[in-house]
């Protein structure tokens, strides 16, 4: 499986952009770039923004072909995001070779020709080497791309995190939430070092700060309503990405999948290291059964 194969496991006929929202802790902006990297490979307009906020893309050698800012996006602001033709436009980028829903077209235009894919980082604005959210409702008004895929939550590089009250940022258009949680987090004593917010995690997991992060300890943050995937609109499909699976101890991987899927927490639980996945790795799925 693949990272997008993860994400739209089916492609259709669509009057809107398909939207992704990437919840947690433990490599979201691994997995955002990773995942805008295959859609750019398959000949989609892929539009990667926040609602949070996340480093400066161009200077995290993130492969994007465009960048845009506007203080007009941000919360509350109501300024229309550009589609894709006009973010090529407006960045000097190629125009596009025909045109491309996700419609099963395979990546050529209506001429038979090779379609190019095409990746825009957008948000509101930069301040100290972070690129400012945009308002999540722009985001179910967008037009004129086939993927639209959101950072919606922060963690600060940490591997563990619960949701605060006003967390995470999820757009209502949302199709899909994955949730990251990575996995070096078990064996670890719950604390700052591994964990934001880490009191609220112990609460939502049922133990205590020191104790050591076990398998039945993400499956129950992750199927807490309060957990990995509050505010996810209810329609959207939940998906929990168990990344860095490198760095977890033997066995631990697929002992945590089974747990979370046990406790019902997510659609599907996969298993990766998105790191490694940018660069052609594969990944473990496990559903329900």
């Known amino acids: 499986m693949t990272c997008l194969e993860m994400a739209?496991?089916?492609?259709?006929?669509?009057?809107?952009?398909?939207v992704v929202s990437v919840v947690g802790a433990g490599g979201k902006t691994s997995l955002v770039f990773a995942l805008a990297s295959e859609a750019r490979a398959a000949g989609l307009e892929v539009l990667v923004t926040t609602t949070t906020r996340i480093r400066d893309p161009r200077g995290e050698g993130r492969g994007i072909d465009a960048f845009l800012a506007d203080a007009s996006w941000r919360a509350g602001g109501t300024a229309a995001l550009p589609s894709a033709s006009e973010a090529r436009s407006r960045s000097g980028a190629l125009p596009a070779v025909g045109t491309l829903g996700l419609a099963g077209t395979a990546g050529l235009s209506g001429a038979g020709l090779p379609r190019s894919g095409f990746v825009a980082?957008?948000?509101?604005?930069?301040d100290a080497g972070k690129l400012g959210g945009i308002s999540p409702a722009l985001v179910g008004e967008a037009e004129g791309w086939d993927l639209i895929i959101v950072e919606a939550d922060g963690a600060r590089g940490l591997s563990l995190k619960a949701p605060a009250d006003h967390e995470p940022v999820i757009p209502a258009s949302s199709d899909v939430v994955?949730?990251?949680?990575?996995?070096?987090?078990?064996?670890?004593p719950l604390g700052d070092a591994i964990a934001f917010r880490p009191e609220l995690v112990a609460r939502l997991a049922g133990i205590r700060i020191g104790d050591a992060i076990r398998p039945a300890d993400i499956a129950a943050l992750a199927s807490s309503p309060l957990g990995c995937f509050k505010l996810a609109?209810?329609?959207a499909r939940?998906?929990?990405?168990?990344?860095k699976a490198d760095a977890a101890p033997d066995g631990a991987s697929a002992e945590t999948a089974s747990s979370a899927i046990?406790?019902?927490a997510a659609d599907m639980v996969v298993v990766a290291s998105f790191r490694e996945a940018s660069a052609g790795a594969r990944i473990r799925?496990?559903?329900r059964p």
């Not at 980082?121 to 930069?126: R, W």
Request: with cysteine; hydrophobic share 40%; proline share 12%.
């Open 285 to 287: 799925s496990y559903s």
């Open 238 to 243: 939940r998906v929990l990405a168990l990344n």
């Open 121 to 126: 980082a957008l948000g509101s604005g930069v």
């Open 262 to 264: 046990s406790a019902g």
């Open 233 to 235: 609109p209810p329609t």
């Open 8 to 18: 739209l496991p089916t492609i259709g006929p669509r009057r809107r952009p398909a």
């Open 178 to 188: 994955v949730a990251v949680i990575g996995l070096d987090c078990l064996g670890r």
